[in-house]
């Protein structure tokens, strides 16, 4: 069974940037697209940004040219770049893989405000 450990959220001015990490464990991280996922209050959980175990990547609209998804399938890291953040980002965010696994992580909290 994959597990995943989220960090590196917290609180940030409108505007600023935060690069969020996910270590999973288990072997069988790099044969499985991966994606970031945010769950804001009050809404469901949604994917926000994948890469395929070749290195494509897909973004929801509201995040395109602001946040950047990357992996390192050797440490069995998945890495979120989040620049020009505004508050509607603030949320929850995970890592999966894409689809998701039944079992999540913890997440980290991202908040944006002023």
């Known amino acids: 069974q994959v597990q995943f450990v989220e960090s590196g959220g917290g609180l940030v001015q409108p505007g600023g940037s935060l690069i969020l990490s996910c270590a999973a464990s288990?072997?069988?991280?790099?044969?499985?697209?991966m994606g970031w996922y945010q769950k804001a209050p009050g809404k469901q959980r949604e994917l926000v940004a994948a890469?395929?175990?070749?290195?494509?990547?897909n973004y929801l609209d509201s995040v395109k040219g602001r946040f950047t998804i990357s992996r390192d399938n050797a440490k069995n890291t998945v890495h979120l770049q989040m620049n020009s953040l505004k508050p509607e980002d603030t949320a929850i965010y995970y890592c999966?893989?894409?689809?998701?696994?039944?079992?999540w992580g913890q997440g980290t909290q991202v908040t944006v405000s002023s």
């Open positions: 890469i395929t175990r070749g290195g494509s990547v």
């Open positions: 999966n893989a894409d689809p998701p696994f039944k079992s």
């Open positions: 288990g072997s069988i991280f790099s044969i499985y697209a």
